[in-house]
């Protein structure tokens, strides 16, 4: 079964500056996507950046880049010149590109990490 | 273009209890799954819809089972309600069109408290 382990419960990072958030996971799996999703307060579930396993590029979207280390397991994400608004719960996921019992985009969270962003 | 909607935001209900949660799929999305959210937590998935039918099921018991109708909302029912079922339940939709990436969209969840 596949696992995804986030082992910071609780970052911080000032206003302007770099965090880099951990995640490792556990597969033996060779087709899958990667996510890190983003909960606000208002508790919804979004999505802020995807890696298919078989780009060997990392993915980019504006200020949110990943570090995705196939061998090793390892998908950090970067948030770069951070503002007040990205502090929430990151949730790093799994999913399988394996249809497992015809269910497809089933979602495997890791238990995430809290991050702060200090004015 | 609508997005994914829950309904009610809060419930409270006592042990033994049976509860229905609701969810309204984005336009044009085929496919509702539900996921669990304890608290602390991340999401665990429940099961997932598509066209109608059961199309995967994680590791909960045959009390937690589903509906998806024609139009493709769908509701979550709990029977027999025990106090560690409190939890943030989440839907999300998405469209299935075959293999490949098909993003699941969230809707903002039923906060469920069991006394």
């Known amino acids: 079964a596949q696992t995804v382990t986030q082992s910071q419960p609780e970052m911080s990072v000032q206003e302007a500056e770099t965090v880099t958030l951990s995640c490792t996971y556990d597969?033996?799996?060779?087709?899958?996507?990667l996510f890190w999703y983003k909960q606000p307060p208002s508790r919804q579930m979004i999505l802020v950046i995807r890696?298919?396993?078989?780009?060997?590029q990392n993915a980019t979207e504006n200020r949110f880049s990943v570090n995705f280390q196939k061998a090793a397991k390892s998908f950090s994400l970067k948030i770069s010149d951070s503002q007040l608004g990205d502090a929430a719960m990151y949730f790093c996921?799994?999913?399988?590109?394996?249809?497992?019992?015809?269910?497809?985009?089933?979602?495997?969270f890791g238990k995430g990490t809290k991050l702060s962003v200090k004015p | 273009e609508t997005g994914v909607t829950q309904s009610p935001t809060h419930l409270i209900k006592t042990r033994g209890q049976q509860v229905t949660l609701r969810c309204s799929s984005q336009?044009?999305?085929?496919?509702v799954s539900w996921y669990q959210q304890a608290l602390g937590q991340g999401p665990q998935f429940i099961f997932q819809?598509?066209?109608?039918?059961?199309?995967g099921r994680g590791n909960f018991p045959p009390r937690f089972s589903g509906l998806q109708f024609p139009n493709y909302s769908s509701e979550l029912n709990v029977n027999a309600l025990e106090l560690d079922d409190s939890a943030l339940y989440l839907c999300?939709?998405?469209?299935?069109?075959?293999?490949?990436?098909?993003?699941?969209?969230f809707g903002p969840g039923t906060r469920l408290t069991v006394l």
């Open positions: 999300a939709s998405s469209l299935i069109r075959g293999r490949g990436y098909n993003e699941q969209f």
């Open positions: 336009s044009g999305h085929n496919t």
């Open positions: 597969t033996s799996e060779s087709d899958y996507y």
């Open positions: 996921a799994y999913r399988s590109e394996t249809n497992y019992g015809g269910s497809q985009g089933n979602l495997i």
């Open positions: 819809y598509y066209r109608e039918e059961e199309n």
């Open positions: 890696q298919e396993a078989y780009k060997q």
